[in-house]
């Protein structure tokens, strides 16, 4: 069975610019999580899907941090415009519904913003 | 709020010697507890976890003992392998979290043979 697959592994661009993650969960998994991980440092969640409703969006930063999960599947999150301060790697993670469920994780996408 | 607090890395140690690596919570309500692995390259797995006070998890050789008089779930392997180099990340989740996973900051293993 596939696990979390994320694209691209490795994404590099200037200051501005836009950029956008891709996260399929593992199959039959409802829920998804979008984390950041700064080097050092453990994962901050962003975002949580369950479906394709955004039940805990708290800690995202709004102003240029956006999040799709159209059809309840793969997701997308987008970054408009990048800072420097948002070089790190974004993490994808998902589970089956309910609370506590085992969270499985993809390998991450390591953005460097020049 | 919860906070998990690890020991510093990096932790290098020869092949075959005794691992032990420090994890404390502080939680307000009953939670479970993680070892979560980060191998290079590769996503975060969950090791082990223990769901109450004076559970043991265990995987692949490693343990952790749920000890909540001290609130602690330390880390042990009793013969590390090369192979065993990685990030380990504690975590913690509970009703507070709304079960969402409270991390440590990690301790990078490094074994040389």
């Known amino acids: 069975e596939a696990g979390v697959v994320q694209s691209p592994r490795y994404k590099i661009i200037e200051k501005k610019q836009p950029v956008a993650f891709w996260c399929n969960p593992i199959?039959?998994?409802?829920?998804l999580y979008w984390y950041l991980q700064n080097l050092g440092q453990g994962p901050e969640l962003l975002i949580r899907?369950?479906?394709?409703?955004?039940?805990?969006d708290s800690q995202l930063p709004k102003d240029r941090f956006s999040a799709e999960r159209l059809k309840g599947v793969d997701s997308t999150l987008k970054i408009q415009p990048a800072e420097l301060g948002d070089s790190a790697v974004y993490l994808c993670?998902?589970?089956?519904?309910?609370?506590?469920?085992?969270?499985?994780f993809g390998p991450g996408t390591r953005l460097t913003v020049l | 709020g919860d906070s998990v607090t690890q020991m510093e890395g990096p932790v290098t140690l020869s092949e075959e010697a005794f691992l032990t690596i420090n994890c404390t919570y502080t939680?307000?309500?009953?939670?479970?507890l993680f070892w979560y692995v980060q191998y290079p390259g590769e996503g975060l797995q969950l090791l082990l976890k223990?769901?109450?006070a004076d559970d043991k998890g265990s995987n692949k050789g490693f343990e952790a003992t749920y000890r909540k008089e001290t609130t602690s779930f330390h880390l042990e392997k009793g013969s590390v392998q090369v192979s065993d180099s990685a990030v380990y990340f504690c975590?913690?989740?509970?009703?507070?979290?709304?079960?969402?996973?409270?991390w440590g900051a990690g301790t990078k293993l490094i074994i040389k043979p």
């Open positions: 939680a307000t309500g009953y939670p479970s």
């Open positions: 993670a998902s589970s089956s519904s309910g609370l506590n469920n085992e969270q499985f």
């Open positions: 899907y369950e479906n394709e409703e955004a039940v805990d």
């Open positions: 199959s039959g998994h409802n829920t």
């Open positions: 975590a913690l989740s509970d009703l507070n979290s709304n079960y969402q996973l409270i």
């Open positions: 223990a769901t109450k």
